[in-house]
Nanobody, 122 residues
Framework: VQLVESGGGLVQAGGSLRLSCVASGSIFTINAMGWYRQAPGKQRELVAIITRDGKINYADSVKGRFTISRDNAKNTVPLQMNSLKPEDTATYYC?????????WGSGRSDYWGQGTQVTVSS
């Protein structure tokens, strides 16, 4: 299974970015998909997560500014980020709880993307 992120970059405060993540491989079901971020010197933290049936949870710091969605048919999870602040600067990681299936049988694991940098200038 691979998670590939795209859409990071440099933006001024108040601007917007849209991140996207696509999962591929021997996927049977994606149980939940989400975004985490890690700033230098800080622990990785949850940004937003969405379950297969559409239940969403946001970090308090991004509520009202970020919107997560998912396309179950395409195995993608976009994150629309508006009204960006310098404190949103971090590496953003896609995460997915995936049930796989193959000749070996089935299993369930947590997967991470490689990360995409978001930098918000003041």
């Amino acid at each position: 299974v691979q998670l590939v992120e795209s859409g990071g970059g440099l933006v001024q405060a108040g601007g917007s970015l849209r991140l996207s993540c696509v999962a591929s491989g021997s996927i049977f079901t994606i149980n939940a998909m989400g975004w985490y971020r890690q700033a230098p010197g800080k622990q990785r933290e949850l940004v937003a997560i969405i379950t297969r049936d559409g239940k969403i949870n946001y970090a308090d710091s991004v509520k009202g500014r970020f919107t997560i969605s998912r396309d179950n048919a395409k195995n993608t999870v976009p994150l629309q980020m508006n009204s960006l602040k310098p404190e949103d600067t971090a590496t953003y990681y896609c995460n997915a709880d995936i049930t796989t299936i193959g000749p070996w049988g089935s299993g369930r694991s947590d997967y991470w993307g490689q990360g995409t940098q978001v930098t918000v200038s003041s």
